[in-house]
């Protein structure tokens, strides 16, 4: 008689397990409007995207700082 509650208790709890995992994972259906940013109530107009590849380089003699690239102009 023991061997089958235990059994019994161990079965209804994995399906009580399963029940909330398919909830909680069938809750997270609904698409962010804005995948890129997550808060849309702070949606800022001038935010630019900065994910994706990036070019990199040193600048030991300063030249960035001496020609203003900061300042938006061309290179």
């Not at 509650?5 to 069938?26: D, H, P």
């Not at 809750?27 to 800022?44: K, M, S, T, V, W």
């Amino acid at each position: 008689m023991m061997k089958s509650t235990s059994g019994m208790a161990r079965l209804l709890t994995m399906v009580l397990c399963l029940v909330v995992a398919t909830a909680v994972v069938g809750g997270q259906g609904d698409a962010i409007p804005l995948p890129e940013h997550p808060r849309p109530d702070f949606e800022r107009a001038d935010w630019v995207n900065l994910n994706g590849p990036w070019n990199f380089g040193f600048d030991p003699d300063n030249k960035g700082l001496d020609e203003q690239w900061f300042a938006g102009g061309k290179r």
